[in-house]
């Protein structure tokens, strides 16, 4: 039971390049969420889906694009990576219905120099 | 004012301790409350879902006060394993509608040492 997978763990970048990081989630859930962690500022939202061909803007969406392919994917997309980019990044699924419970892919490490 | 407000600790008790942390929020619409954890370097995962009445879960308890817009959460015996970030986290429906969205405090540092 995979849950929610991110692509890739890691990455380092350069200030300018440009790179999608992936999630798939095989739940069957409907919304799908991208936040960003940095030290002492908890988990911010970047982009959210709340079903499939829909996206809408969270807390801190500039310098950042997301497509959500279908159903199981929701990538999100840096243009021009700059250093206030360096950050852990993390998606996140939930079901329909009531409950607002949701459900974390492992992350991944990005570091912009 | 954050929306969601926790002392950030760090908190370092030994096993088989108490331990309590603390969660304010500000918006008054907030109407679903959890308290995720989240390990070093790893994702947040959900440890219990906060209800009006209060609820227990073996060793954990979380409380919620919606007049004074307060959640908290007791550790009884704590353990080794019970090292992590507490993170307290909202629902605020915007408009009737809210897309699950959630919003989450800092988080706060536990650490138990033998």
């Known amino acids: 039971n995979a849950g929610v997978t991110q692509t890739p763990k890691f990455q380092v970048l350069k200030t300018g390049q440009s790179m999608t990081l992936q999630c798939a989630q095989d739940?069957?859930?409907?919304?799908m969420y991208w936040y960003r962690q940095d030290p002492g500022m908890g988990l911010r939202l970047i982009y959210y889906s709340a079903s499939e061909g829909t996206t809408d803007k969270g807390e801190v969406p500039n310098g950042y694009n997301v497509s959500r392919l279908n159903k199981r994917e929701f990538s999100l997309r840096l243009e021009s990576a700059a250093p206030s980019q360096t950050s852990v990044y993390f998606c996140?699924?939930?079901?329909?219905?009531?409950?607002?419970?949701?459900?974390f892919g492992a992350g991944t490490r990005l570091s912009v120099l | 004012r954050k929306e969601v407000e926790q002392d950030p600790g760090p908190f370092n008790v030994p096993e088989g301790a108490t331990v309590a942390f603390n969660c304010t929020y500000s918006?008054?619409?907030?109407?679903?409350f959890f308290w995720y954890r989240q390990d070093c370097r790893k994702e947040p995962k959900l440890l219990m879902s906060v209800y009006s009445s209060g609820n227990e879960d073996g060793r954990f308890t979380a409380q919620l006060n919606r007049a004074s817009q307060y959640i908290s959460l007791l550790i009884r015996d704590s353990k080794l394993s019970d090292s992590a970030t507490y993170l307290c986290v909202v629902n605020i429906h915007a408009g009737g509608t809210s897309y699950g969205k959630l919003t989450f405090g800092q988080g706060t540092i536990l650490t138990v040492h033998p």
């Open positions: 739940m069957n859930h409907n919304s």
């Open positions: 996140a699924s939930r079901p329909s219905g009531t409950g607002y419970i949701q459900y």
């Open positions: 918006n008054s619409a907030s109407q679903s």
